[in-house]
């Protein structure tokens, strides 16, 4: 899917110290992020499991009800707007 010299270049600056697991975190709790895609690099690259899931599990719940209200919010006014 990525080029080798992409997937070298990337990794080298992500491994260095917590740099991938503090933008994975940040991204994973941003709404608009396509998580699908982060996961990927990420579970392929040196981020332990330990701290893959709490990330996860504690982040995405807030994206969530974002979508969740948006989405309520969304239609709401589309129902009062034609009825």
């Known amino acids: 899917m990525f080029s080798e010299k992409k997937i070298q270049k990337y990794e080298a600056w992500l491994n260095k110290g ?3 697991t503090i933008a994975f975190a ?3 709790v941003s709404p ?3 998580d699908d895609f982060l996961c990927y690099p990420v ?3 040196n981020m332990k499991f330990k701290h893959y899931l ?3 599990l ?3 719940p807030l994206p969530i009800a974002i979508y969740s209200l948006g989405l309520h919010a969304i ?3 589309f129902l009062n707007y034609v009825g």
Do not use: C
């Open 43 to 45: 579970r392929t690259m």
């Open 58 to 60: 504690l982040g995405k």
């Open 32 to 34: 608009v992020a396509p």
């Open 18 to 20: 917590n740099k991938m």
């Open 75 to 77: 239609l709401r006014f």
């Open 26 to 28: 940040l991204l994973i």
């Open 54 to 56: 709490p990330i996860i």
